[in-house]
């Protein structure tokens, strides 16, 4: 008789742990980005499409990795703008991208 894993004996609607390493990464990807956000901002305002392309890059793969996928979904839409050279809608995700970083932020 094969014995249930901890997983699955576990009682219903009990919140499996949180690795506290992955905890702390997803803790440092928030504050990261923060920075990274402003970044941004000054790169949209001297309008260097490089660095807005290499930024909607960067976040679509680190977001998708660490969970996000709204972010990482803004990432690939700043990616491809900014290839397209469309400030207006690199203006309109880099708002979005704001007004979802100030929910998870608390």
């Not at 499996?16 to 402003?38: C, G, H, K």
């Not at 990482?72 to 703008?81: M, N, P, V």
């Not at 203006?91 to 979005?96: C, D, E, G, N, P």
């Amino acid at each position: 008789v094969e014995e249930p894993s901890a997983k699955e004996s576990a009682p219903v609607g009990e919140k499996e742990e949180v690795d506290p390493l992955m905890a702390e990464l997803t803790q440092f990807f928030i504050s990261d980005l923060s920075q990274r956000i402003e970044k941004l901002n000054k790169d949209i305002e001297g309008k260097n499409l490089d660095e807005v392309v290499r930024f909607g890059h960067s976040l679509k793969g680190t977001a998708g990795s660490y969970g996000f996928p709204k972010f990482s979904k803004i990432g690939a839409e700043i990616e491809k703008f900014g290839k397209e050279g469309n400030w207006e809608m690199i203006r309109q995700l880099h708002q979005r991208l704001v007004e979802e970083f100030r929910l998870i932020e608390g």
